[in-house]
Nanobody, 123 residues
Framework: QVQLVESGGGLVQPGGSLRLSCAAS????????IGWFRQAPGKEREGVSCISSSDDSTWYADSVKGRFTISRDNAKNTVYLQMNSLKPEDTAVYYC????????????????WGQGTLVTVSS
């Protein structure tokens, strides 16, 4: 079975931090570009960050640049999203997704979607 499973979401106060994990099973993440997306209630899904399959190149949405960091641990077949200085507007369900390149992932050409993990930023 090919799947991605997100974890690490929860409730955090504004200014706090969370680290999301995206663990792959049934395939090797090292050979895929991985993107993080989020969807807040009443809003469209948006791309948050992406990391390439061939190197450590990354992309971030302007809204999270400087606050979020994407990384991968190929030995654990896992991609992470470190989220710092969280704001209430970061509240959303966060999804990870695998594709064949960063360009394809950001354009929505996804091979595998995760089920999502909820992040709530509130006092």
């Amino acid at each position: 079975q090919v799947q991605l499973v997100e974890s690490g979401g929860g409730l955090v106060q504004p200014g706090g931090s969370l680290r999301l994990s995206c663990a792959a099973s049934g395939f090797t993440l090292e050979y895929y570009a991985i993107g993080w997306f989020r969807q807040a209630p009443g809003k469209e899904r948006e791309g948050v960050s992406c990391i390439s399959s061939s190197d450590d190149s990354t992309w971030y949405a302007d809204s999270v640049k400087g606050r979020f960091t994407i990384s991968r641990d190929n030995a654990k077949n896992t991609v992470y999203l470190q989220m710092n200085s969280l704001k209430p507007e970061d509240t959303a369900v966060y999804y990870c997704a695998a594709g064949n390149s960063t360009t394809l992932v950001l354009r929505g050409y996804i091979e595998v979607w995760g089920q999502g993990t909820l992040v709530t930023v509130s006092s």
